[in-house]
């Protein structure tokens, strides 16, 4: 079982930065594909971007030059440095652990915190 819990979202206006974090407690941590995703209103869910278990990183083509997601291992936290905003930024933006182990997959999401970019 894995707890997520993000924290650092807020109200920003257009140009301006944010940091999310995403404190994760559990098993099988280091082995999990980490990422962050968002919902915008009347819109599916997106993918913003994701590291692997070695460090790969990969992000949404609107977001790539503007975003960094990155982890602290000790501290067993992951996080999104969001700077330049936009406001078609605003979304409710999700941290998610997904993993198999033993031929199982486990997949894990945070509560989700709201992140507003004013123009």
């Known amino acids: 079982q894995v707890q997520l819990v993000e924290s650092g979202g807020g109200l920003v206006q257009a140009g301006g930065s944010l940091r999310l974090s995403c404190a994760a407690s559990?098993?099988?941590?280091?082995?999990?594909?980490k990422g962050w995703y968002r919902q915008a209103p009347g819109k599916e869910r997106e993918l913003v971007a994701t590291?692997?278990?070695?460090?790969?990183?990969n992000y949404e083509d609107s977001v790539k030059g503007r975003f960094t997601i990155f982890r602290d291992n000790a501290k067993n936290t992951l996080y999104l440095q969001m700077n330049s905003l936009k406001p078609e930024d605003t979304a409710v933006y999700s941290c998610?652990?997904?993993?198999?182990?033993?031929?199982?997959?486990?997949?894990?999401w945070g509560q989700g915190t709201q992140v507003t970019v004013s123009s």
């Open positions: 590291i692997t278990s070695g460090g790969s990183t």
């Open positions: 559990g098993r099988l941590l280091s082995i999990a594909t």
């Open positions: 998610n652990y997904h993993y198999t182990y033993i031929l199982r997959e486990y997949d894990y």
